[in-house]
């Protein structure tokens, strides 16, 4: 099972992002964001079963330590709805 699209979404340097910060009283932007997108959750929870995920997993988290801190990001699944 593989994933239907990866995008990668780097924060631009942008004095909007300050204007809509201060305007709602966020927190300072993430240097980006990524997408890993599957068809179902239930086809994201096979790919996690398989040896292939589990190998690119770990080689992900060995990368990622170079340049993000966990403690002070998030992760979460989400269904998209358009409107």
């Not at 240097?31 to 398989?50: C, I, K």
């Not at 589990?54 to 979460?76: I, Y």
Request: with cysteine; charged share 30%.
């Amino acid at each position: 099972m593989r994933s239907k699209r990866y995008v990668q979404s780097h924060t631009i340097d942008s004095p909007l992002n300050d204007a809509i910060r201060v305007s709602r009283s966020m927190q300072p932007e993430f240097d980006g964001v990524a997408e890993v997108w599957f068809s179902s959750e239930q086809d994201l929870m096979e790919a996690m079963g398989t040896s292939e995920m589990q190998e690119l997993s770990a080689e992900l988290l060995q990368d990622e330590a170079s340049f993000v801190d966990h403690t002070k990001s998030c992760a979460f699944i989400v269904q998209e709805r358009e409107l």
